[in-house]
């Protein structure tokens, strides 16, 4: 089988249908650059590799046996069900758990707003209390009766 190396035209596209003044350049000769630097860019460094890597390629094969045409049905039908039940899976699984995570989560949040009222009324209980002890202390130390000298 010949294989026929592509040509690779040095340059712009033309705008006219005159392609007989563009100069042609077989990849056995290598790819020219413009640069004056002297390094080629790397898009013409990819263009040859991906030219030379399809070139190197044998094609694939076009007849395929009715046993394969049977396998590729069956891995097909079979990644198909593999697809239908992950997709059940993600809906009914994840996203029923998600729910469930999103409502825990509101009940800490309406938990976490309690304990903070709780705490602010401890916090002034604590204080009332405090007072309270000091009025009383106060209360029972003070001498009311004076001393009476007869």
Same mark, same amino acid.
């Given at each position: 089988? #010949?294989?026929? !190396?592509?040509?690779?035209?040095?340059?712009?596209?033309? #705008?006219?249908?005159?392609?007989?003044?563009?100069?042609?350049?077989?990849?056995?000769?290598?790819?020219? *650059? @413009?640069?004056?630097?002297?390094?080629?860019?790397?898009?013409?460094?990819?263009?040859? &590799?991906?030219?030379?890597?399809?070139?190197?390629?044998?094609?694939?094969?076009?007849?395929?046996?009715? &046993? #394969? @045409?049977?396998?590729?049905?069956?891995?097909?039908?079979?990644?198909?069900?593999?697809?239908?039940?992950?997709?059940?899976?993600? *809906?009914? !699984?994840?996203?029923? %758990?998600?729910?469930?995570?999103? #409502?825990?989560?509101?009940?800490? @949040?309406?938990?976490?707003? %309690?304990?903070?009222?709780?705490?602010?009324?401890?916090?002034?209980?604590?204080?009332?209390? *405090?007072?309270?002890?000091?009025?009383? *202390?106060?209360?029972?130390?003070?001498?009311? %009766?004076?001393?009476?000298?007869?």
């Amino acid at each position: 089988m #010949e294989c026929k !190396t592509p040509n690779i035209v040095a340059g712009e596209a033309s #705008e006219t249908d005159d392609d007989e003044a563009a100069e042609v350049i077989s990849i056995e000769k290598g790819i020219p *650059h @413009m640069s004056v630097s002297g390094a080629a860019p790397p898009s013409y460094t990819f263009a040859r &590799e991906a030219v030379e890597s399809s070139a190197s390629s044998t094609p694939p094969q076009v007849v395929a046996s009715d &046993e #394969e @045409m049977q396998r590729l049905h069956v891995r097909r039908a079979m990644n198909e069900r593999c697809i239908s039940m992950l997709n059940e899976f993600i *809906h009914n !699984t994840v996203i029923s %758990v998600s729910k469930q995570l999103n #409502e825990t989560d509101n009940f800490l @949040m309406k938990s976490q707003m %309690v304990l903070q009222n709780t705490t602010t009324s401890v916090k002034k209980m604590n204080d009332n209390t *405090h007072q309270m002890q000091t009025k009383l *202390h106060d209360i029972l130390t003070f001498n009311f %009766v004076p001393n009476i000298n007869i």
